[in-house]
């Protein structure tokens, strides 16, 4: 018996994902994130089994064909991929769970579980994506420029979506998604 309701963010890099998810965290008590494994380094400051679970690919690749994954996709040459027990298992508590992955795994998701609210994140504009990307100073000039390539085909995939939140302000953008959260 699933009782929790999941609930899917998605959007490019550098469009504020991540702040808005913790905004719903600390506001929710009931909805659980769900740690994603990846195959890519930790960046500075990341820890193993907060941000991610940092697997190797071989260690990526027999979970895949264990058919552990509820989800997983190929993003930005890592790979990156949800774990179904772990969101059965909060989904099964009552719990609800949130999930910040990109395009390819939203539509996994939604195809394998239809009741899945599907939330995107989009950037006023393209430009000042690129400005926030840079701003960060987290990548290198090209990894930065695979991300923005990436984040142009997101933005087209966002009429898949149930609900489309424009971040040109933070705390409209936050409250936003606590409706939808509601
Ligand atoms: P980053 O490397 O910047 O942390 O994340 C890169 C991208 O991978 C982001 O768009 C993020 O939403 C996506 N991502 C993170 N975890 C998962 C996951 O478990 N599955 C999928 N499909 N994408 C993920």
Redesign the pocket.
Known sequence: MMTGKLYVL?GP?GVG?GTLREHALNDKPNLKYSV?C?T?QPREGEIDGVEYRFISHDTFRDYISRGLFL???H??EDY???LKQDVMTQLEAGNNVLL???V??ALQVKAKMPEAVLVFVAPPSAEILEQRLRGRHTESEEALKVRLANAMKELAMKDEYDYVIVNDDLDSACEELRKIIS
């Open positions: 998605s890099s994902k994603s990846t890519r989800e997983y996709a993003v930005h990156y991929g949800t910040e992955i990109d390819q795994g």
